[in-house]
């Protein structure tokens, strides 16, 4: 009998080269798939997205808006828990998502959170007499909307 040199390494040759093509074909197919969980909407010139001016309009004089405005973020976590204790107490309010607007108009929203909170940290709450509350601090929260 002959020995055959070499007869066993066109089945792992053929085994490599169809992964290597199933793995082109995967990653070129989420080339084109974004991966942002949340759509922007469109961005006027002055930095107010489309459909949130009243937001906006609540953000630079929050006192005006007749309920409490709570300053907060998309990826705060101490945000979402005193937006749940609002939700919770069943008080009206209003979120102004700093991070969906872009200059000038974030500028000029900062600067109206800093007159509140000087270190412009987030959640802020600020009711319409103008008494403000930074953090999910939930006595001081509970005092300033009277729920004590």
Known sequence: MEAVSG???WPVFVLCLVAVVCALVFF???KGKRTSVR???AVQDSGIPVGLEDDYRC???PCSCG???MYTL???RHCVKLKDFLDQHGIEHRLIYVDD???PARRQIMATLRSHNPRGSFPTLV???GRSVVGFREEAVRALLGLN
Request: net charge neutral; hydrophobic share 20%.
């Open 67 to 69: 309920v409490p405005v």
């Open 101 to 103: 607007f872009s200059d």
């Open 74 to 76: 998309h990826t705060c």
């Open 39 to 41: 759509k922007s909407p």
């Open 7 to 9: 007869s066993g390494s």
């Open 127 to 129: 009711i319409p007499d």
């Open 59 to 61: 953000g630079v004089d």
């Open 28 to 30: 070129s197919r989420r």
